[in-house]
């Protein structure tokens, strides 16, 4: 998989991302990161790349021109078009199943915005996705961005030492995941929940998917909507009063 990214801060997008996983699937080829300085584009030379806005009203605009221009260097790279995707707060709420979607994708490209954001004509000419990654506003595109090339990462095969690990987490089912234990079996006090030292691998997937549920109730009633559960669990949930 190989991630473009447009932005006047190189050096915060290959410092966050040539690190831990990410940096070590890089290392291996299997992610491959292309940061594009918007900057090196600006064709004046005072390398401006920003303006007031017509019409008046607060802070400065990145133009139009030198977006395009660091666009087009990594379309014409590619040898076509790109999924390009712009983070703003206005976009589409980044989520699990869009990171499922963005990874089947073999090249992205990310376009990262600052000041009070981009001029409108050159978004509408290369933008396909509009994502926000909350309801807050950032100081700039940069850490969105590297916030969806992590969780798109490691979806990508490979990225993840285990292959199962993606599975089996938190959103999976529109579920959240279940708590988990390691050694040792005591501590401070505190044991580790029987079932889990049984042995009985039935019964601990069963205790698993019934903590998920309960978890999910208690802390994310809202994705419970979209979750398949049984009957029997329904049920769980109606009479539920025992603490998660
Ligand atoms: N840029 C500034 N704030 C943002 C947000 N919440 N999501 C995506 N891009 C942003």
Redesign the pocket.
């Known amino acids: 998989m190989k991630f473009h990214v447009l932005t006047l801060f190189p050096e915060m997008i290959e410092n966050g991302l040539h690190t831990s996983i990410t940096g070590r699937a890089i290392e291996k080829g299997i992610l491959s990161l292309n940061t594009v300085n918007i900057r090196d584009f600006a064709g004046n030379k005072h390398n401006k790349v920003d303006d007031y806005p017509y019409g008046g009203g607060a802070g400065m605009l990145m133009q139009a021109e030198p977006v395009y221009c660091a666009y087009k260097s990594v379309e014409e790279q590619a040898g076509r078009r790109l999924r390009t995707i712009y983070?703003?707060?206005q976009?589409k709420p980044f989520c699990q199943a869009m990171a499922r979607d963005l990874a089947q994708e073999d090249e992205l490209v990310f376009l990262c915005?600052h000041y009070e954001g981009i001029d409108e004509r050159v978004l509408e000419e290369i933008v396909t996705d509009y994502?926000?990654?909350?309801?807050?506003?950032?100081?700039?595109?940069e850490l969105?961005a590297m916030v969806m090339i992590d969780t798109i990462s490691r979806l990508v095969k490979g990225v993840l030492n285990n292959g199962d690990s993606a599975e089996f987490e938190s959103f999976q089912d529109s579920l959240l995941e279940y708590p988990q234990y390691s050694r040792p079996e005591v501590w401070r006090g505190k044991e580790v929940p029987p079932v889990l030292l049984s042995g009985h691998h039935a019964n601990v997937e069963k205790w698993r998917r019934e903590q998920s549920v309960l978890r999910t109730a208690k802390w994310r009633p809202d994705l419970l909507e979209k979750a398949d559960l049984s009957e029997k669990e329904k049920q769980m949930l109606k009479g539920e009063q025992k603490d998660v």
Do not use: H, K, Q
Not at 131 to 141: A, F, H, K
């Open positions: 983070l703003t707060p976009g915005g994502v926000s990654i909350g309801d807050y506003v950032l100081t700039g595109g969105p």
